[in-house]
């Protein structure tokens, strides 16, 4: 099981913006999808990202052109760059690693937005 540490959740204002990022314990060039989720209280869980190993990204219509998705290959991590924050932006945000084998998911990090 591929080992995920997630970290860059945190407070922030109304438009603000917050960079999460997620080390894989090992190389993540053979991973086909990496996904970010989020969860806020009482809510299911939203997939909010997507990106493919050749980099084709796709988004929540939520978060279409406020957030990025990208990958690192050399570094292990894949990044959430989170920009125009909103306070129905504020979850729980994980990572999620899926091939055919394996489904690999982060502990999780706070993004709390305040009004």
């Known amino acids: 099981q591929v080992q995920l540490v997630e970290s860059g959740g945190g407070f922030v204002q109304t438009g603000g913006s917050l960079r999460l990022s997620c080390t894989a314990s090992?190389?993540?060039?053979?991973?086909?999808?990496i996904n970010w989720y989020r969860q806020a209280p009482a809510k299911q869980r939203e997939l909010v990202a997507t990106?493919?190993?050749?980099?084709?990204?796709n988004y929540a219509d939520s978060v279409k052109g406020r957030f990025t998705i990208s990958r690192d290959n050399a570094k292990n991590t894949v990044y959430l760059q989170m920009n125009s924050l909103k306070p129905e932006d504020t979850a729980v945000y994980y990572c999620?690693?899926?091939?055919?084998?394996?489904?690999?998911w982060g502990q999780g990090t706070q993004v709390t937005v305040s009004s």
């Open positions: 090992g190389s993540i060039v053979n991973i086909p999808f």
């Open positions: 999620n690693l899926v091939t055919s084998t394996l489904n690999s």
């Open positions: 990106i493919t190993s050749s980099g084709t990204e």
